[in-house]
């Protein structure tokens, strides 16, 4: 049992609409959840960025935000917190984390260049493309077996990295990147030994490396809680030692930062920040996009993200969904990871092949069955490769994201009872095919049509 440390003071009202009305509203959607009215979703886990409930602190401050257009309090603060939790000396804010993706990719990266990392997230991928260059995942093995538990399946396979490096030439690679937690395999920790293997290997070959520090805050938790060798650190100082292994770190302040805009990148080279910076003011605007209200709320968040209490009570409750759905015999990626329940659709529906995307079709079922958004994770988030063959994902899974603090365990309960009844139907449910695909980012606004 784990101590809660928060209560929820105001609320929202959600509502299930009737089969009929669900039916036509995922039709009219060209079976795409994006296309989802929200007031047509009962319990949304189509994503835990920018959903979290900000806390009484994180108003107040926002209230007292300082919106001058230079040299902002509301704009200290934010910096001054990040420097002291990430060890950096510069900050360059972002409307959200792509728009740091795109900035640091369009000065660090050139066409015809790879950047490695563990897993990269489909944005991520989708800048370094963008760029001309190639995204190249070289993550540990252990993460395609959903069934294997492994603590840290986020970590980069070290001679995956090194055959990288010596098949492209260090001079091809502009910077190696590791996404903690891995998002795109689960939701899984990287270890602070491998993040420190890594940093030899970058320094042997002189690459910089950079953190995708999304949800950087669940990542130090594991560490705690599964590397012996750090189990008396505070979560402030596996943080310390985490940033010491990076030039600097990219982040989406919508996950760990408790906000619901925002981003970053913090690093410590000057001149790499005076370009990076330079781009900003040019895209972005000097403060980044950023109104002072989401500053403070981004100030007070970082510090709420890394407190002990709230990540322990946060871990636990993702493992409480997953434990209900093993208890049930239902595949899921094992161990649980720091955000969200992914569902192993390739066993679910073993007989829907890739092409047709099983992840979509159990997340359609979600919410048919009992208006639960949730996200695929594989074949289709994948996207084709730049020949434009089908980039078939090694793993195909439905994410359930949860939102920080928004929902009880009785919507958790809920959505176990869902996801039970689709399992046992599960033989009759049919996979989708394009009636619409975009060329990048095909997720977000694809429309389908369902095999007959
Ligand atoms: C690991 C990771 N990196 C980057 C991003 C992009 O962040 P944003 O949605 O703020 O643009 C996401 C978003 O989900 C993410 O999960």
Redesign the pocket.
Known sequence: MVVPNFRIKEVEEIRLISKEEREKAIKKAGYNQFFLNSEDVLIDLL????TGAISKEQYSASKKADESYAGRTSARNMEETINDIFHSKYVIPT???????YIFNQIMTSKGQVVPGNIH????RAHIEYAGAIGLDCVVDDIYDTEKEVDFKGNIDLDKLKDCIKKYGRENIPYILI?A????GGGQPVSLENMIKTREIANEYKIPLFL?A??FAENAYFIKEREKTFKNQTLRGIVFLMMLQFDGC??????DGISN???FIALNNKELYDKLDELKILIFGFNGGLPGTTQEIISKGLREAIDEDYLRYRVWEIKYFGDKLIENNIPIVKPTGGHAIYLDAAKILSHIEKKNFPGHALAAELYLEGGIRSCEIGSLLRGRDKEGSDGISRLELTRLAIPRRVYSLEHLDYCVDIIKKVYERRENIRGFEFEFEPKRLRHFKARFKRLE
Not at 250 to 255: D, E, Q, R, T, V
Request: include cysteine; charge should be neutral; glycine fraction near 16%.
């Open positions: 994503t835990d960025s920018g409307p959200q984390g792509r728009g740091a993706e997230f489909d944005t991520t996404t937690t891995c998002n795109s995708d999304a949800r990219l982040m989406s302040a919508k996950k805009a925002g981003g």
